[in-house]
């Protein structure tokens, strides 16, 4: 189930006229930041001071199974998801999953 008015607020928020057609936005600092195979620094990570996690979608180029063991070997593999049938949008493709593992992780976090 796709949330229409979350796809909408991206349609509306989140791609800009260019003299060449429609183009994304980005944060143009995410460049700086990112490897060129989408890897964080690792010194952004350490750099967070506060729990965090990864939920990526498994039709994403980021949930494949070489690619969730990279992000692992960054994050840790309990800070993790993989969600079944979704792509990189997750929240569009399963919110009510998404939903689901923020809770599971808010709960571990306050242990």
Known sequence: MHNLFL????AERSIRETE?????????GVKHRVTADGV?????ISDMGCPF???LGRESMHGTENRVTEIE????????SV????????????PDEVIQDIKRRLQEWQR
């Open 40 to 44: 964080i620094h690792s010194r952004d």
């Open 53 to 55: 996690a990864a939920i």
């Open 20 to 28: 060449e057609g429609w183009s994304w936005k980005a944060d143009l």
């Open 73 to 80: 070997a960054y994050l840790g593999s309990t800070n993790v």
């Open 83 to 94: 969600i079944s049938d979704a792509g990189h949008h997750v929240l569009l493709d399963q």
């Open 7 to 10: 796809i909408d607020c991206i």
